[in-house]
Antibody, heavy 123, light 112 residues
Framework: QVTLKESGPGILQPSQTLSLTCTFS??????????VGWIRQPSGKGLEWLAN???????YYNPSLKNRLTISKDTSNNQAFLKITNVDTADTATYYC???????????????WGQGVMVTVSS | DVVLTQTPSILSATIGQSVSISCRSS???????????LYWFLQRPGQSPQRLIY???NLGSGVPNRFSGSGSGTDFTLKISGVEAEDLGVYYC?????????FGSGTKLEIK
């Protein structure tokens, strides 16, 4: 059974660094073809893709967030991480992590999602 | 970035009615590998999104077969053949052919 669960600080102040953790089970990020993505959703609004990390440590970022994002993983503890530097109120959102799988050359995105973690940026 | 335009933005349906949602892309979503990376997700109220359709027309695991996807190039459609009460929520299309991945703005399905 595949499960993912996000965790984060809940609230932080502008200019701080947001650190998020995705703890998952039922698959391994050391297995060929596995990946994890991060997606966020401001309250009442749509979905925005942020970043992906793959089993081979390939990383992809949404350029709209410029150089503020860093994605990483800890395969021994089945975790993926996302850091967003210099946050402001526009980063207030629910943050989701979701699984990606690749078979042969085809990538299958976001078949399992976590429950999401709410993050508020406020002074 | 690829812009996905969903219509309508709000859809009101009765139980048993068949409905369709359109997703139009600003660029062709046919990848050089021959696949079209167009997905559909449903986000029920208070829940995380769930994947319904992958690669245009493939039903996700456990997804009822009243859902179907079709289309090619820049025009895609999600059809629900016989809406049920549990189908209410917001439907999103997503493309993964071109970086960055982008989502449509969503279609809210309301049950009359």
């Amino acid at each position: 059974q595949v499960t993912l669960k996000e965790s984060g600080p809940g609230i932080l102040q502008p200019s701080q660094t947001l650190s998020l953790t995705c703890t998952f089970s039922g698959f391994s990020l050391s297995t060929y073809g596995m990946g994890v993505g991060w997606i966020r959703q401001p309250s009442g609004k749509g979905l925005e893709w942020l970043a992906n990390i793959w089993w081979d440590d390939d990383k992809y970022y949404n350029p709209s967030l410029k150089n503020r994002l860093t994605i990483s993983k800890d395969t021994s503890n089945n975790q993926a991480f996302l850091k967003i530097t210099n946050v402001d109120t526009a980063d207030t959102a629910t943050y989701y992590c979701a699984r990606i799988t690749m078979m042969v050359i085809i990538s299958y995105y976001f078949d399992y999602w976590g429950q999401g973690v709410m993050v508020t940026v406020s002074s | 970035d690829v812009v996905l335009t969903q219509t309508p933005s709000i859809l009101s349906a009765t139980i048993g009615q068949s409905v369709s949602i359109s997703c139009r892309s600003s660029q062709s979503l046919l990848d050089s590998d021959g696949n079209t990376y167009l997905y559909w997700f449903l986000q029920r109220p208070g829940q995380s999104p769930q994947r319904l359709i992958y690669l245009v027309s493939n039903l996700g695991s456990g997804v009822p077969n009243r859902f179907s996807g079709s289309g090619s190039g820049t025009d895609f459609t999600l059809k629900i053949s016989g809406v049920e009460a549990e189908d209410l929520g917001v439907y999103y299309c997503m493309q993964a052919t071109h970086a960055p991945l982008t989502f449509g703005s969503g279609t809210k399905l309301e049950i009359k």
